[in-house]
């Protein structure tokens, strides 16, 4: 026989794990929509040349391409057969700008779409990190321009999510890249490839430590002089306290500047952003300027953000994200700016049930209906039907029993109520309510079961009943 295992690389639950992930993909889900953002999907897997256009050689080699059998050997018959026609999405990103490219004629500009789906990646399998998991994105695209004030409508967003998913107090930190590149000239670093560096480089502070960062930025790989990686490091360890320190941040760095355009232009977007973020309510508390963060990825081009959970700094960004120039360019003459922030769901949900932020919930059905006598059974199946017609997750007891064993059964699977139909209540008229939680019972009308239940379900589980 084949010993059943799980394949490395994925995130499997049980079921009263898996609610509790399906419940926080339903308040990521409403957060989105309540902002106004449009479901798309796109398929698991692209055509290559398309999926590929705008990757390096190392995204390449985590990429899990998709073969029929069938494909298989005509590759082996072939000398050359190149890469396979098809491979699986290592993010949601690329999809949705050939998905914009494909479908621009089509769309409402700005396009605002979210998109909630499973996405794949060939890397090493470790505790939290998987193969395949969960992305959450929320992406805001342009058609020749974009606003810098949806810059500040994307983490106004994850400030509603996080918030209704009460996993503690959490700081959205954001910064911008053309500042930092605006500082990189003052100091003398103008190369493009070599600012792309240092910025991967200062990414890495909260990680690595600011010792760590120094010495690569002067040592072979950058060789920087010694007061600008000291000067460098002093930039990116401001962090901001109010909204009003934020903006004095900001000032002290535009007049430090000797000049530079993009750094003006930097500071000019993130005062925007940070001004409208405030006015859509976002308590002040809750947001930071933060100059170290830049994200690795080099299609950012204006404000980048991370959130991290205060109480739990280890766990590391929960959220990130950033502004864009072009989304589509290699598949479109269109200019299609853009902006956008990405949770990864998978990851967060392992390392919030970690930290014990998260907990196994309840099962999903509300109401057993046990079956004590077979002569009763069609009086069980009715009460069920009412019950479900009233809006309530109920299951029946089809093979009946001794009532101990079905009791301990909904105890154990998690469900709170048990609807009682013996010869008593058949006799009467009621039915008898079980509430396994509070450990007491009822008994009620046969009519008034469904508004009876309700009443109950609506009831906090700590406070005493009526």
């Known amino acids: 026989m084949i010993k059943p295992r799980t394949a490395p690389g994925t995130l499997e639950l049980l079921p009263t794990d898996q609610i509790a992930f399906q419940r926080m993909l339903d308040v990521i889900r409403s957060g989105y ?15 290559t040349d398309v999926l590929l256009t705008k990757t390096g050689g190392e995204t390449e080699r985590q990429v899990f391409f998709v073969q029929s059998t069938g494909s298989l050997e005509k590759a082996a018959a072939q000398e050359d057969p190149g890469l396979p026609e098809l491979a699986l999405r290592f993010d949601l990103t690329v999809p949705l700008a050939r998905y914009v490219a494909e479908h621009e004629h089509q769309l ?24 395949e998991f969960y992305q959450c994105d929320i992406d805001i695209i342009g058609k020749d321009g974009l606003s810098p004030r949806h810059d500040a409508e994307c983490p106004a967003v994850i400030h509603t999510i996080f918030t209704d998913l009460a996993i503690g107090a959490f700081t959205i930190q954001l910064n911008n890249r053309k500042l930092m590149r605006g500082y990189f000239e003052d100091l003398g670093i103008a190369d493009a490839d070599q600012q792309v560096a240092v910025l991967r480089e200062v990414d890495k502070l909260d990680k690595r430590g600011p010792d760590a ?10 060789q ?3 007061e600008v990686a000291d000067s460098l490091l002093a930039l990116v360890a401001i962090r901001s306290t109010s909204h009003e320190d934020a903006m004095a941040i900001l000032d002290r760095v535009q007049v430090a500047s000797r000049g530079s355009e993009a750094l003006a232009t930097g500071v000019a977007e993130l005062r925007e952003v940070l001004s409208v973020l405030r006015d859509l309510g976002v308590p002040e508390s809750d947001y930071a300027l933060n100059l170290s963060i830049a994200r690795g990825l080099d299609y950012y081009t204006g404000t980048v953000y991370e959130t991290t959970l205060d109480d739990h700094p280890e766990i590391g960004s929960v959220c990130s994200g950033g502004r864009y120039d072009d989304l589509a360019g290699q598949y479109t003459k269109s200019t299609l700016p853009g902006v956008g922030m990405s ?41 069920a039907t009412d019950l479900r017609q009233g809006g309530i997750n109920t299951e029946v007891v089809l093979d009946g029993g001794k009532l101990g064993k079905q009791l301990r059964y909904a105890d154990r699977a998690g469900i709170r109520f048990v609807a009682i ?17 509070r450990q007491d019972q009822f008994t009620v009308a046969r009519d008034e079961v469904v508004p009876a239940v309700r009443v109950e379900l609506a ?8």
């Not at 960062?213 to 950058?222: A, C, D, K, N």
């Not at 046990?370 to 009763?376: F, G, K």
């Not at 013996?422 to 008898?432: F, I, K, R």
């Not at 009831?459 to 009526?466: F, G, I, N, T």
């Open 224 to 226: 920087l002089a010694a």
């Open 343 to 383: 949770i990864g769901l998978s990851r967060l949900f392992w390392q919030l049930r970690e930290a014990g932020l998260v907990s196994t919930a309840e099962s999903t059905v509300q109401v057993l209906v046990p079956q004590l006598d077979e002569a009763y059974l069609p009086q069980c199946l009715a009460l």
């Open 213 to 222: 960062v120094r010495e690569t930025l002067v040592g072979e790989g950058f």
């Open 33 to 47: 929509e309540r902002f106004g953002f449009l479901p798309i999907e796109t398929p698991a897997y692209e055509l």
């Open 459 to 466: 009831q906090p589980l700590d406070l005493p009943k009526d």
């Open 421 to 437: 139909v013996g010869e008593q209540e058949v006799a009467a008229d009621t039915v008898t309510i079980k509430d396994l939680r």
């Open 108 to 131: 409402t500009f700005p396009f605002r779409r979210y998109q909630m789906q499973r996405v794949y990646r060939g890397e090493r399998p470790q505790k939290g990190r998987y193969r």
